[in-house]
C-alpha cells in the first residue's frame, strides 16, 4: 500500500511543487478546489487534511454540476492524493477513487501536458498490479514535452528514467533546461495569519 501511495505522491507533487503550467479547461469550483491542494503547504501540518478535504468536496461539488470537468478530476486526484500522503494507513478506497479521478481528467483532456506528467509519473512508481508501467511512464512524460517542450516537471521525471538507464547525457540536457522547483518561502503576513495573530 505505501509503494501505492508512493506512486500517488510522486505524480501530485508535481501540482504541489507549482510547476503546474497549463491546466485542463474547468469550473471555478474546480480552480479553487486545485488553489486549495496546491496552497496546502502554506497551512500548518494540523490544518491540511481540513483543506484537502475541503478541496476534495469543491472538486466533488464542481463534478456534479458537469461530470465532463477535466480540470475538478484532476483537482480531484490532486486532494485525494495530497490526502493520502498525510494518511498513517491509506485506505485502498480512496487509493482508487484517485487513481480514476486521474484517468477521467487524462480521457477529457488527453493533450494536457500537466495531465500526461502526472499519469507518466504514476505510470513510473505505480505497481505493475495497479496498471503501473516504466516504459509506459516514458511515453507518457515523452508526449508531455511534445505538448509542452518547458514542462519542467516532465523534464525531470523523464531525466531520472535516463538516469537510471545510464542515459546520462541525455537526462543532464533535460535538467539543464529547467531550474530545480523552488518553494516560495511564507511572507510575514502570512505567516501571521496562519499563527492567528
Known amino acids: 500500500m505505501r509503494r501505492i501511495v508512493q506512486g500517488l505522491v510522486i505524480a501530485v507533487t508535481l501540482t504541489a511543487a507549482g510547476t503546474v503550467r497549463a491546466l485542463p ?33 469543491l472538486a466533488e461539488a464542481a ?11 484532476f483537482a480531484l486526484f490532486c486532494n485525494l492524493g495530497r490526502r493520502l500522503q498525510s494518511s498513517p494507513i491509506p485506505h485502498p478506497v480512496e487509493v482508487m477513487r484517485a487513481l480514476r479521478a486521474m484517468d477521467a481528467a ?33 511515453t507518457w512524460l515523452r508526449r508531455a514535452l511534445a505538448a509542452d517542450p518547458g514542462q519542467c516537471a516532465a523534464r525531470r521525471y523523464l531525466a531520472d528514467v535516463l538516469v537510471q538507464r545510464g542515459a546520462v547525457d541525455e537526462a543532464r540536457a533535460l535538467r539543464e533546461a529547467c531550474p530545480p522547483p523552488v518553494r516560495a518561502p511564507l511572507t510575514d503576513a502570512a505567516s501571521r495569519a496562519r499563527e492567528g495573530s
Open 106 to 138: 487524462l480521457a477529457l483532456a488527453p493533450d494536457d501536458p500537466d495531465v500526461m506528467t502526472a499519469k507518466g509519473a504514476l505510470m513510473l512508481n505505480l505497481p505493475r498490479l495497479l496498471g503501473g508501467d516504466p516504459h509506459d511512464g516514458e
Open 25 to 57: 479547461p474547468g469550473s471555478s469550483l474546480a480552480e479553487e478546489s486545485l488553489r486549495l491542494c496546491l496552497t496546502a503547504d502554506e497551512r500548518r501540518e494540523e490544518e491540511r487534511h481540513e483543506v484537502f478535504a475541503r478541496g476534495r468536496d
Open 63 to 73: 463534478l456534479a454540476v458537469d461530470a465532463k470537468d477535466a480540470r475538478a478530476h
